[in-house]
């Protein structure tokens, strides 16, 4: 088994926290998961700057890692009148507007959260574990939220059929390959969001 990078063995020191909340506070238009993945590798911040993020398990820790810090800074901020959005393709600080302080809370039971702020996740994931990575991670959300995620990475929406799905990932994928300059870490993402529609329906 891989070993975790040890800023992510161990709970995440608060200076972590800061400099990515420092990246997104440069960002008010919000950016990419690789955006911010390159900007904080750029900066020089660990374990981001030492990421091999070709090889599965380290882009699997990295990822893991920076969604753990956005989720903490989500709570944080939720308490300033912030809301943060976290999602692969849009992440950025905006403010809770018309004075819907409640709406701009995190959700204590959302199971996004609960599955990374959990860092005994990265003890137990292993590179052949990476490669199931994507179904397990899905199967953890209800099947209407899959769907609805599923469709917003492949640029989609309902109603939509087989065929069509079929269509834009083949479009997508081949944009998206590493070999054509894409992003390996978008490629997984619309992988996962073929399977949802197409495979576990």
């Known amino acids: 088994m891989t070993a975790v990078p040890e800023a992510a063995a161990s709970p995440v020191h608060p200076a972590l926290l800061e400099r990515v909340l420092e990246c997104l506070r440069t960002q008010p238009d919000g950016l990419t998961e690789h955006a911010l993945i390159t900007q904080l590798r750029d900066a020089g911040v660990e374990p981001f700057a030492g990421a091999r993020l070709q090889e599965s398990l380290s882009l699997f820790q990295t990822h893991f890692l920076l969604f753990h810090c956005l989720y903490r800074l989500r709570d944080r ?58 179904g397990e991670f899905w199967s953890r959300l209800g099947r209407d939220q899959q769907r609805e995620q599923a469709l917003e990475v492949l640029e989609l929406a309902d109603p939509v059929d087989a065929d069509t799905i079929r269509r834009q990932y083949r479009r997508m994928a081949q944009c998206h390959h590493p070999d054509r300059g894409g992003d390996t870490a978008k490629l997984q993402r619309i992988n996962a969001a073929r399977w949802v529609l197409l495979v576990r329906g």
């Not at 905006?94 to 003890?123: I, K, S, W």
Request: charged content about 30%.
């Open 77 to 134: 901020l939720a308490e300033r009148g912030e809301r943060l959005r976290i999602h692969c393709l849009d992440i950025g600080i905006e403010p809770v507007r018309d004075g819907g302080a409640v709406e701009g809370l995190p959700a204590m039971h959302d199971p996004l959260r609960a599955y990374y702020l959990d860092l005994a996740q990265l003890e137990t994931m292993d590179a052949a574990a990476v490669e199931v990575l994507l």
